[in-house]
Every structure is written in C-alpha cells, then in structure tokens.
C-alpha cells in the first residue's frame, strides 16, 4: 500500500470501523492521527496503540458537523506526513425527511460531505507532489437505494444521498488522479455490527469491511463493497451510466413530444 511509511489521518475513529482502521493502520507501523468528538476515548485507544505498535498517536477532538472543527481538520490533512486520509465520521439521522429537524439535516450534510471533501481538498496537492498516498472515503451500500422504499429500509433521504455524493466524489476523483500514484477508495459496506447500528447481531464485523478495504486498495480497487462476491455488479453500474448518458444530445426526446407518450 503506497501509504504504509506515513501517517493516518481517521476521523470518526473512536468507535467502530474507524477505531478497527486505526489498529491495523497502527499493526503495519502507521503513526496515527486520531479525530472524533470524545475525546477520552481517543485517548484511551492512543495509549493503547502506542504500547502494542510503538507508533505515534496524536490525538485530535473536533466535531466534524462544526466549520471551525471542519477547517482544523483539514488543515491537519494538508501536513507533509500525511500519507493516508480516512474519511470515516458519520452519523444516521434516519426519519421521514418532511418531520427531520432542519439543524440535523445540516450537521449531516457537513459531517459527510463538506468535512471529507474540504479534508480531500487539503490533503491530495501534498499526495500528489510526493507521488504516494492514499484517501479512503466511507460511504453506504445505501448510496444506491435510491429505488428502494423506506420499509423496511429506514427513511433516509438525506443520508443516502450524502453517501451516495461520496461515491460519486469519489470515482470521478479517482479519473482525475489516475495515471499518478495516489489512490482512491470509497468502501461502500451494508449492515455492520458497531454502535452506529446499535451493535445490531449477525451483521458483517468490523474487522472484515477494514480488511476488505485495505486490501482492495493495495489491489487499485475504486469501489470497494465488502460483502458483494459478483464484481460484475461494478461494471453492470457503469453500463447503466452510460446508458443514462445516451440523454445527452440537442433534440427533445420523442416521448416527451407527443402527449401521452410512454
């Protein structure tokens, strides 16, 4: 992995997948920089990382729905040493999107689209000049359940289109970047076993969706979905797209110009 000799920067990497990405980041000799709101918990799993790895943990509290906490962030992300940046904090705010709290909506909107796109933004001109690096957007198998109804699904407009903005980001980011040597990954996993899911049973671990990323990205992988065995699916999705992009032409659509039409 291009990013193994330098450090990592995880958000939301108290809990959960990005506490996992933080051990094994630690196991392959990372220094770390560790963001997320408790700050005690951070504290706690530095120590720890510090006394099994001997690696540096820096510890960084921000609130990533917060501008002030979104800029340090990302000034951070721009350091020298930052080889790899994992965009990993999120939150849920599932619910009927007409009766959600019009604050809620924006603290989602910042935490999972503004802060890891302005942390991107900071982190990739560094990337690119170094010629290594690497940046690990995680997103949802929920950002393509835009047909799907809301039962038994939950409702979950505004969180289904920012993971689904992550995706996007980050494939039309990886045209941009390829041909050099850093790389990007979004990891789109389903159900996962952590706090964010109430420790739900019988969802896929931790461990396994970290895994399967790592390794996706040593093997070049954009799209990383870390419980689909059809890969095909992956290329079924692009064909789709262009497909849609047959649209794209001077003259109105012929069943747009006929009343009635179908």
């Known amino acids: 992995m291009e990013a193994r000799q330098g450090t990592a920067l995880v958000t939301g990497a108290s809990a959960g997948i990005g506490a996992v990405y933080a051990r094994r980041l630690a196991e392959r000799g990372h220094p770390l920089v560790l963001v997320a709101r408790r700050e005690d918990r951070l504290r706690a799993l530095a120590a720890e990382l510090e006394a099994a790895h001997s690696v540096r943990v820096e510890v960084l509290k921000a609130d990533l729905s917060v501008d002030g906490d979104i800029q340090r962030v990302a000034q951070r992300a721009a350091g020298e040493d930052i080889c790899l940046l994992i ?4 939150i849920g705010g599932y ?10 909506l924006e603290q989602l909107v910042r935490l999972h689209i503004l802060a890891p796109m302005l942390a991107t933004r900071a982190a990739l001109p560094g990337m690119l000049a170094r010629g290594r690096g ?10 393509f359940s835009g047909a799907l109804p809301p039962n038994p699904l939950p409702h979950r407009a505004t969180y289904a289109g920012a993971k689904a903005f992550l995706v996007h980001f980050t494939r039309t980011l990886a045209g941009e970047v390829r041909g050099s040597l850093v790389k990007v990954q979004v990891v789109c996993p389903g159900m996962t076993e952590t706090e964010f899911n109430g420790g739900y049973k019988g969802a896929m671990k931790p461990e396994d969706v970290v895994a399967a990323s790592l390794l996706g990205l040593e093997r070049g992988e954009t799209v990383c979905v870390p419980g689909l ?6 290329a079924v999705l692009e064909q789709a797209e262009t497909g849609m992009r047959a649209g794209n032409k001077p003259t109105l659509a012929a069943r747009y110009r006929m009343p009635g039409g179908s």
Do not use: Q, R, T, Y
Not at 95 to 104: C, N, S, T
Not at 229 to 234: F, H, I, K, M, N
């Open 95 to 104: 619910g009927p999107f007409a009766e959600a709290d019009p604050a809620l």
């Open 134 to 143: 690497a940046v690990i957007n995680v997103a949802s198998l929920l950002a």
């Open 87 to 90: 965009n990993n904090a999120g």
């Open 229 to 234: 065995e059809a890969s095909e699916a992956l």
